[in-house]
């Protein structure tokens, strides 16, 4: 959908350096949120934001953190990645009522 | 907690066949609840949804009916293509937890011409 991209969409970096994650959006909604998709364990929220500024934290948020400065871009940033945080990276985005707007993903490889 | 649960997959069936994928949840008081479906390297993509009990959503050929007195949510189609080979989420957003969504395991759907 274009109403949310993210990028990059591929990534590998070493174990230790940090990496940053971005999604942005046009459609001017309020929820925006991280999840990482892993075989065998589904969809795991990570952080979300419900407003500029206001962020609040997931089921796997460790090792984790987000920024919201605008209301269209929501960076996630893996401060020292660890290979445990190979995964897909998915970035939603919603105006409330729980329909969300998925972008297409980031593959992270740390290696 | 509130919690999704959904059939194991993979489902393989042949083209036309009927589908029907199994969904309970666990929550207090009346939530929402969602499909969402996954084609192979993409996002999710909301499929349909209802938002109180014996309401139908359905989109595609696809419905599912609230069914509160089950606590369930089964996905079904009459007739399947090769081109519904997906994964299928179902989700709840419970009343009052600001917008979250719970997503079940997810259900891998095969279909075989």
């Known amino acids: 959908d274009a109403g949310i991209t993210q990028s990059p969409r591929h990534k590998v970096t070493e174990t230790g350096t940090p990496v940053t994650l971005r999604c942005h959006q046009t459609e001017n909604h309020r929820y925006m949120y991280w999840y990482r998709q892993d075989p065998g364990h589904g969809l795991r929220l990570i952080h979300y934001s419900y407003g500029v500024k206001d962020t609040d934290k997931g089921e796997v948020s460790d090792g984790y953190s987000v920024s919201r400065s605008k209301t269209e871009d929501f960076l996630l940033t893996l401060e020292s990645a660890t290979s445990s945080q190979t995964s897909v990276y998915f970035c939603?985005?919603?105006?409330?009522?729980?329909?969300?707007?998925f972008g297409s993903g980031t593959r992270l490889t740390v290696v | 907690g509130d919690s999704v649960t959904q059939m194991e997959g993979p489902v393989t069936l042949s083209e036309e066949a009927f589908l029907t994928i199994n969904c309970t949840y666990t929550?207090?008081?009346?939530?929402?609840l969602f499909w969402y479906v996954q084609y192979p390297g993409e996002g999710l993509q909301l499929l349909l949804k209802a938002t109180k009990a014996d309401d139908k959503g359905s989109n595609k050929g696809f419905e599912a009916t609230y069914r509160k007195e089950t606590t369930s949510f089964h996905l079904e189609k009459g007739s399947v293509q090769v081109s519904d080979s997906a994964v299928y989420f179902c989700?709840?957003?419970?009343?009052?937890?600001?917008?979250?969504?719970?997503f079940g395991g997810g259900t891998r759907l095969m279909v075989k011409p």
């Open positions: 939603a985005i919603s105006e409330g009522g729980g329909g969300y707007t």
């Open positions: 929550a207090t008081g009346y939530p929402s």
């Open positions: 989700a709840l957003s419970p009343l009052n937890a600001g917008n979250m969504l719970t």
